[in-house]
């Protein structure tokens, strides 16, 4: 039977059902104001592979999830002070249950995309309003919660049981739920609430016997999962950040109104990370489905992916590992296509069939060893079991993995005339004429098929798309990916360094007005291209063909801004290297003031706009003059590349383009390089437009978080300051 973490009992289990052969689990579904992004999806597919051990064992599941289509009360929506998408959708005269049905249908779409099996009920919260009313109401008279002025709120102090599922993680989340709600008619500061008075203007509100109001957001878990799975049930899943408040509340609600315990088992599924951090919106890595298919990656790469860690580690999502998972699954697909030539051989040794079979349950089992069962797939694949038996067994591990592994034996249906020409090649082949079988070979490559020569002998098929783009322009994943050419010795004067990301006529006019002032001079432009989808990166690709000076690296998605330059400075090869931003112009002959100024070895930085201060919290920029700077602006940030060696790259950690130039400039005067300005350098400033195109808060909180980055590296270093200095 299968074991999972309790998170109430804080140990491994077994899962034994309250009612013979049936199992009930409840899912907390997703928040249809916006995307589901692939953290919600990992913490569903752990819900579908529970689900799918089960059924593979016979037992019969019922499987309810909710879809919360009021965006109210939770943390985020709060904080963000409402919900843009709503915002936006109502401009547009929409209504927030035309937006809510729009995202529950890509929701379903995306759960379809990775194979989760469709739960049986997807409740939604704004049909059991009712049945909310009937728990809050039975909360109030049995006196575990009251009400103050049309709001009704549940007294923790009333439930013994409230902290047993989330122990003591709570205290730093209660004291920030107590920050964010900080509301002077609750009697404890741990009460939260169950209903709400309708603001006046509020849309989406209910009548209710304390007045017109709306539901808290634990209350609809409660009724929904009683309703459809009955007082007692099996198993609840989740993200651990619903441990507290979420399912702690729930908990309490569920009973307090029942009287008696109502969930077996509490399984929670730990974090998605991207890119080594926390997803979030204004990180830029909140990645949805969409963000993998438009690479073409088949969304059960990331099926795939996340079956390589076990659900209770975290797991760091980045491009680099999805296109390894999707390298892994299509090498795995392929192998049962060459199985599916030779089935009927060998597949009836039931005893070998039940071994096997019989390591695969106990791994997915075990606290759903899912790293384990994928291994042994692999195992399985690599022995040297009759094709025939490795089909009858990858088809049963499949219906717990789920990455339709038979999928493309389906789909490699290939023309007549396209069989002709294999045929003709193999006969070319037999005959010894090499040269002409590979031409053969090579134009079926490049009609979209793949010929492969196995053990079975010879089988077509067409290519992936994933196979595809394999074939057009590289891209990287990360900077980690790209090779340093930093021990290389210098191989032109100037190196221009520009990282481009979208608004192509900005990148058109920085690199057209650098060139245009290069003179013939020995320089390279080395462009990054970070992930543009407007057309910047069609337009970087021909600039380059047309002119050797040119080199452009794609990424496969926006990287921050630390390590899509840390590429240009990996890659560059000239002695003197510019970085320009986009919203630059090169007005006028820049390269030999900058070179002149470079001359002097104890200058590490110069550009035109330079940055001081004197205390490390204020920085002003230079006011028109010229000579020592704490620091330089990104807009024109010129060094010499030897200097990189000491030096070093810039930190990954900023993602966001603001005071990493201060901080890389810190890098510098650490080293006792000074950094000098020339305010007369010929440059101009245009809009820059990932400033201007940001909101507010969200440039204001990305510099804030940048700036916290700088100052824990640097506060303990005033002597770096070009004012103290001058003092010494
Ligand atoms: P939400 O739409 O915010 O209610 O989240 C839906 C589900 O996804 C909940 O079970 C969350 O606990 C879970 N979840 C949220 N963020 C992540 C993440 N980064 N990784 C894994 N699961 C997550
Ligand atoms: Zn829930």
Redo the contacts with the bound molecule.
Sequence with gaps: MLRLYNTLTRRVEELSPLEAGRVKIYT????VYRD??I??L???LMADWIRRALEAQNLEVTHVKNI?DVGHM?QEVLEQGGDKVIAAAIAEGKTPAEIAQFYTERFFADELKVNIIPAMHFPKATDHVAEMLEIVEGLVETGHAYEVHGNVYFDVASFDGYGKLSGNIQEAELLEAVRVEADPLKRDPRDFTLWKQAEPGRELKWPSRWGEGFPGWHIECSAMSVKYLGRRFDLHT?????IFPHHEGEIAQSEGFTGEPVVSVWTH?????ADGV??AKSAGNSFILADIESQDIDPLAFRYLCLTARYRTRLNFTFTALKAAQRGLHRLRNRVWEWNAAPGEGDSNEDAFIEWRGRFVDLVNDDLNMPGALALTWELARSDVPAGLKLRLVRSFDEILGLGLEQPAAAHLVPDDVKARVSERLRLRSAGEYAPADSARDSLSDAGYVVEDTTNGTRVRPKTAWERRQEGWHSYSSSAEVPSLLDKPDAADISIGVVACNYVEDVKRCVLSALNWVGDRDVELVVVDNGSDDGAADWLEEASAGDPRIRVIHTDHVLGEAAAKNIVLKQCRGKLVVLLDTSTEVVGDLFDPLDAMLEDESVGVAGPFGLRTNDLHHFHDGEGESGDMDAMQAYCFAFRRESLAGVGLMRESFRFYRNLDIDYSFHFKDRGYRIVADPTLPIALHEHRVWSELPEAERDELSRKNYRRFLDKWRERPELLHSNRGAQ
């Excluded at 907390?28 to 928040?31: A, D, H």
């Design positions: 907390c579904g997703p928040t589901a992004h953290g919600n990992r913490s569903y919360t939770r989740g993200g651990v950040d619903n599924g730990q974090h998605l990370l926390k997803m």
